[in-house]
């Protein structure tokens, strides 16, 4: 009976590490995906806005008038 739980408790600690290295794995992956890098190109602003344009008006012929 010893050598038959010892075979079970050496059995059972192999794939516990392993089963933490998936996990971790998976949880890095998914993190990365959700919460992504940050852009700054997303954020930073385009050209002139409305209040801009509202104090000046289309200086420039190829800006459209909003």
């Excluded at 992504?36 to 800006?63: D, I």
């Amino acid at each position: 009976m010893g050598r038959a739980i010892a075979a079970v408790a050496t059995a059972s600690s192999d794939w516990l590490p392993k089963l933490g290295q998936v996990v971790g794995r998976y949880l890095y992956q998914f993190a990365s995906a959700a919460l992504g890098g940050y852009r700054p190109e997303l954020h930073y602003m385009r050209g002139p806005g409305p209040a801009w344009r509202a104090k000046y008006g289309n200086l420039h012929g190829n800006l459209p008038p909003r």
